[in-house]
Nanobody, 119 residues
Framework: QVQLVESGGGLVQAGGSLRLSCAAS????????MGWYRQTPGNERELVAG???????NYADSVKGRFTISRDNAKKTVYLQMNSLKSEDTAVYYC?????????????WGKGTLVTVSS
Protein backbone atom coordinates (compact mmCIF):
# COMPACT_ATOMS: atom_id res chain seq x y z
CA GLN A 1 0.00 0.00 0.00
CA VAL A 2 1.12 3.56 -0.70
CA GLN A 3 0.01 6.76 0.99
CA LEU A 4 0.40 9.93 -1.02
CA VAL A 5 0.40 13.45 0.33
CA GLU A 6 0.19 16.40 -2.04
CA SER A 7 1.33 19.90 -1.15
CA GLY A 8 2.15 23.19 -2.81
CA GLY A 9 -1.28 24.30 -3.94
CA GLY A 10 -2.61 27.76 -3.28
CA LEU A 11 -3.72 31.03 -4.80
CA VAL A 12 -1.62 32.58 -7.54
CA GLN A 13 -2.14 35.29 -10.12
CA ALA A 14 -2.34 34.45 -13.78
CA GLY A 15 1.14 34.22 -15.25
CA GLY A 16 2.59 33.04 -11.97
CA SER A 17 4.12 29.73 -10.94
CA LEU A 18 3.58 27.00 -8.41
CA ARG A 19 5.33 23.74 -7.67
CA LEU A 20 3.30 20.82 -6.45
CA SER A 21 4.85 17.97 -4.54
CA CYS A 22 3.57 14.47 -3.94
CA ALA A 23 5.35 12.55 -1.21
CA ALA A 24 4.96 8.78 -1.09
CA SER A 25 5.08 6.66 2.04
CA UNK A 26 7.37 4.08 0.45
CA UNK A 27 10.01 3.80 -2.21
CA UNK A 28 8.85 4.89 -5.64
CA UNK A 29 11.74 3.27 -7.45
CA UNK A 30 9.63 0.41 -8.79
CA UNK A 31 6.43 2.38 -9.31
CA UNK A 32 5.46 1.98 -12.94
CA UNK A 33 3.80 5.32 -13.46
CA MET A 34 3.26 8.46 -11.47
CA GLY A 35 0.93 11.17 -12.58
CA TRP A 36 -0.76 14.41 -11.78
CA TYR A 37 -4.45 14.75 -12.52
CA ARG A 38 -6.86 17.60 -12.00
CA GLN A 39 -10.55 17.97 -11.55
CA THR A 40 -13.01 20.85 -11.57
CA PRO A 41 -16.60 20.71 -10.31
CA GLY A 42 -18.87 18.80 -12.66
CA ASN A 43 -16.01 17.46 -14.73
CA GLU A 44 -14.11 14.22 -14.84
CA ARG A 45 -10.61 13.95 -13.51
CA GLU A 46 -8.10 14.46 -16.33
CA LEU A 47 -4.47 13.57 -16.71
CA VAL A 48 -2.20 16.61 -16.62
CA ALA A 49 1.21 14.96 -16.71
CA GLY A 50 2.73 11.56 -16.16
CA UNK A 51 6.15 10.04 -15.74
CA UNK A 52 7.21 6.43 -15.97
CA UNK A 53 9.78 4.56 -13.91
CA UNK A 54 12.38 5.15 -16.63
CA UNK A 55 11.62 8.86 -16.89
CA UNK A 56 9.40 9.02 -19.95
CA UNK A 57 6.95 11.89 -19.62
CA ASN A 58 3.68 12.82 -21.23
CA TYR A 59 1.52 15.91 -20.93
CA ALA A 60 -1.94 17.10 -21.72
CA ASP A 61 -1.91 19.39 -24.74
CA SER A 62 -3.25 22.23 -22.61
CA VAL A 63 -0.16 22.29 -20.39
CA LYS A 64 2.65 21.40 -22.80
CA GLY A 65 5.45 23.90 -22.60
CA ARG A 66 4.18 25.30 -19.28
CA PHE A 67 4.22 22.35 -16.87
CA THR A 68 7.05 19.97 -16.05
CA ILE A 69 6.76 16.72 -14.16
CA SER A 70 9.75 15.18 -12.42
CA ARG A 71 10.50 12.59 -9.81
CA ASP A 72 13.11 12.19 -7.12
CA ASN A 73 13.35 8.54 -6.18
CA ALA A 74 15.60 9.24 -3.22
CA LYS A 75 13.03 11.61 -1.72
CA LYS A 76 10.10 9.40 -2.79
CA THR A 77 8.52 12.45 -4.34
CA VAL A 78 7.06 13.51 -7.66
CA TYR A 79 6.81 17.16 -8.58
CA LEU A 80 4.78 19.27 -10.94
CA GLN A 81 6.30 22.60 -11.83
CA MET A 82 3.59 24.86 -13.20
CA ASN A 83 4.56 28.06 -14.99
CA SER A 84 2.59 30.67 -16.89
CA LEU A 85 -0.52 29.66 -15.03
CA LYS A 86 -3.91 30.49 -16.49
CA SER A 87 -7.32 30.80 -14.88
CA GLU A 88 -8.35 27.58 -16.61
CA ASP A 89 -5.67 25.74 -14.62
CA THR A 90 -7.76 26.27 -11.51
CA ALA A 91 -8.64 22.84 -10.14
CA VAL A 92 -7.95 20.31 -7.44
CA TYR A 93 -4.77 18.51 -8.38
CA TYR A 94 -4.32 14.86 -7.47
CA CYS A 95 -1.31 12.61 -7.49
CA UNK A 96 -1.70 9.02 -8.61
CA UNK A 97 0.75 6.15 -8.69
CA UNK A 98 0.47 2.79 -10.41
CA UNK A 99 2.12 -0.02 -8.51
CA UNK A 100 2.72 -3.32 -10.28
CA UNK A 101 1.87 -6.56 -8.50
CA UNK A 102 2.13 -10.16 -9.71
CA UNK A 103 -1.57 -10.19 -10.59
CA UNK A 104 -2.40 -6.67 -11.70
CA UNK A 105 -1.52 -3.02 -11.30
CA UNK A 106 -2.88 -1.09 -8.33
CA UNK A 107 -3.77 2.60 -8.39
CA UNK A 108 -3.27 4.84 -5.36
CA TRP A 109 -4.49 8.41 -5.11
CA GLY A 110 -3.69 11.33 -2.88
CA LYS A 111 -6.38 13.54 -1.39
CA GLY A 112 -5.62 16.47 -3.64
CA THR A 113 -4.41 20.03 -3.35
CA LEU A 114 -6.33 23.06 -4.58
CA VAL A 115 -4.79 25.40 -7.13
CA THR A 116 -6.59 28.67 -7.74
CA VAL A 117 -5.39 31.02 -10.47
CA SER A 118 -6.84 34.49 -10.36
CA SER A 119 -7.13 36.49 -13.57
Amino acid sequence: QVQLVESGGGLVQAGGSLRLSCAASRSIFSIRHMGWYRQTPGNERELVAGITSNGITNYADSVKGRFTISRDNAKKTVYLQMNSLKSEDTAVYYCKVVVPTPLHDLDYWGKGTLVTVSS
